[in-house]
């Protein structure tokens, strides 16, 4: 069954583009012009994952981001202007999944698309016959979700994907690189601080401990401290 992207763009030129390059890549394709449909059709399950454009004449798409991830944990890549690290940064705190520069290139949205849709994909078809513990957190992998205290922690694909890659090296560093292209299926450049910001929204949604269960070491990567 061909995997259904949501696109959500208000340039009709570019978004008949996408569209077009998209289809002919075996990709379902639904377009939204605003933010308001787009965010009705998302809700409304029409997709697998999402293609938002942060520029649109209605809702601003990082508000749209907002709803989304007060109802869903629908994976969303978010089309930003070239250069504009701020707008990256704020989606990526939101909840994005990924982004991509404007004007983007088509092949590289299909790699973003596709990376992502195989992780999921991948877990989805994870079996586990008892659900693994990592001090207060719990995992259960074939409903891809994560348990603090028995509760459920409101994680993005992303955010999961990281977590779980962490807390299955527990007391190990991983590297960036490693952690890059093991949980979001590209490989780390140069001043990319995508994995960074996610880190960050992992630490506050895991409640900031002193000294954090996510740990930085300088100059190699991250390691999972569980707590006592």
């Given at each position: 069954?061909p995997?259904?992207?949501?696109?959500?763009?208000?340039d009709?030129?570019?978004r008949e583009?996408?569209?077009r390059y998209?289809?002919?890549?075996?990709?379902?394709?639904?377009?939204?012009?605003?933010g308001k449909d787009?965010?009705?059709l998302a809700?409304?399950?029409?997709?697998?994952?999402v293609v938002l454009?942060?520029m649109?004449?209605?809702?601003?798409?990082?508000?749209?981001?907002r709803?989304?991830?007060?109802?869903?944990?629908?994976?969303?890549?978010?089309?930003t202007?070239?250069?504009d690290?701020?707008?990256?940064i704020?989606g990526l705190?939101?909840?994005?999944?990924?982004y991509i520069?404007?004007?983007c290139?088509?092949?590289e949205?299909v790699?973003?698309l596709?990376?992502?849709?195989?992780?999921?994909?991948?877990?989805?078809?994870?079996?586990a016959d008892?659900?693994r513990?990592?001090g207060?957190?719990?995992?259960?992998?074939?409903?891809?979700?994560?348990?603090?205290?028995?509760e459920?922690?409101?994680?993005?694909?992303?955010e999961?994907e990281?977590?779980q890659?962490?807390?299955?090296?527990a007391?190990?560093?991983?590297?960036?690189?490693d952690?890059m292209?093991?949980?979001l299926g590209?490989?780390l450049?140069?001043?990319?601080?995508?994995?960074?910001m996610?880190?960050s929204?992992?630490r506050?949604?895991?409640?900031?401990?002193?000294?954090p269960?996510?740990?930085?070491?300088?100059g190699?990567?991250?390691?999972?401290?569980?707590p006592?």
């Amino acid at each position: 069954m061909p995997n259904r992207v949501l696109l959500v763009e208000d340039d009709d030129e570019l978004r008949e583009l996408l569209a077009r390059y998209l289809n002919g890549q075996g990709f379902t394709v639904r377009e939204a012009a605003n933010g308001k449909d787009g965010l009705a059709l998302a809700l409304g399950q029409h997709c697998d994952i999402v293609v938002l454009d942060i520029m649109l004449p209605d809702i601003n798409g990082l508000e749209v981001l907002r709803e989304l991830r007060a109802e869903t944990h629908l994976p969303v890549v978010l089309l930003t202007a070239r250069g504009d690290e701020m707008d990256r940064i704020a989606g990526l705190e939101v909840g994005a999944d990924d982004y991509i520069p404007k004007p983007c290139n088509p092949r590289e949205l299909v790699a973003r698309l596709q990376a992502i849709l195989r992780r999921v994909a991948w877990d989805q078809k994870a079996q586990a016959d008892e659900a693994r513990h990592y001090g207060d957190l719990r995992v259960e992998l074939d409903h891809r979700r994560i348990y603090q205290d028995n509760e459920p922690l409101e994680l993005t694909a992303t955010e999961y994907e990281i977590l779980q890659v962490l807390l299955a090296h527990a007391g190990s560093v991983v590297r960036k690189t490693d952690l890059m292209q093991w949980a979001l299926g590209r490989r780390l450049e140069a001043y990319d601080r995508t994995l960074d910001m996610h880190i960050s929204n992992l630490r506050k949604k895991l409640g900031n401990d002193d000294p954090p269960r996510i740990e930085t070491v300088r100059g190699l990567g991250y390691s999972y401290r569980v707590p006592v």
